[in-house]
């Protein structure tokens, strides 16, 4: 079974600060791993995934293999990363390879 | 642009009452999802599609069908709705081929009294 932790419900950081969302996973086989996020009012969509190791909106995550860890970093914080953030996982070698697992979320609050 | 559209933005509805809930994909999709989204337990899958006709449960596929005709439609129907069905719901598709993006529609908050 595949299983993602996100730990922090509600992360509260001060514009500037830096920004360290957590997600763990557990997968026996070979994981994909996205980062899906909410703007208020807005539909859930893609901010990044491990294949891609590219950094969008100053956010980037590395995948850990060995700690089953695929934490979501911005060095310094802004207005605009205020949203929902969700953790997802796809077992790339199970059947229904574009079925994705969601954490519960975490979200993120940056103030001034 | 990529457009995932649901028929409703709110619903309420009535306990006992039948409910559908529409998903429409212009992107020429195989995979199609239907997600409730609960605070504090992030998204679930209710039931997913990856093709037309085909179906398979997803985690809490409990009270609900669903039903795929054509491949840009995905509907999910509550046969008689509880207040515990109360929640947000969120259709989303993905092309075949493996893991990518899926995209998601603006979502349905449904209401049962």
């Known amino acids: 079974a595949q299983r993602v932790t996100q730990p922090e419900k509600l992360l509260s950081v001060f514009k500037g600060a830096p920004v360290e969302l957590k997600c763990n996973y557990s997968y026996s086989g070979s994981p994909e791993l996205f980062w899906y996020v909410q703007y208020s009012r807005q539909r859930l969509q893609l901010l990044l995934r491990?294949?891609s190791r590219e950094s969008i909106k100053g956010f980037t995550a590395d995948l850990n293999k060995g700690e089953t860890s695929f934490h979501l970093k911005k060095p310094f914080a802004q207005e605009e990363d205020s949203a929902m953030y969700y953790c997802a996982l796809s077992g790339r070698d199970t059947g229904t390879a574009s079925k994705l697992t969601f954490g519960t979320g975490t979200r993120l609050q940056v103030t001034l | 642009d990529v457009k995932v559209t649901q028929s409703s933005r709110y619903l309420v509805k009535r306990t006992g009452e039948k409910v559908f809930l529409e998903c429409v994909q212009d992107m020429d999709h195989e995979n199609m999802f239907w997600y409730r989204q609960d605070p504090g337990l992030g998204l679930r899958l209710i039931y997913f599609?990856?093709?037309?006709?085909?179906?398979e449960k997803g985690d809490i596929p409990e009270g609900y069908s669903v039903s795929r005709e054509k491949k840009e439609r995905f509907s999910l129907i509550l046969e008689s709705a509880s207040t515990n069905q109360t929640s947000m719901y969120l259709c989303?598709?993905?092309?075949?081929?493996?893991?990518?993006?899926?995209?998601f529609g603006p979502g349905t908050r449904l209401t049962v009294l």
């Open positions: 491990h294949i």
């Open positions: 989303a598709s993905i092309g075949a081929g493996g893991p990518n993006e899926q995209f």
């Open positions: 599609s990856y093709d037309v006709k085909m179906k």
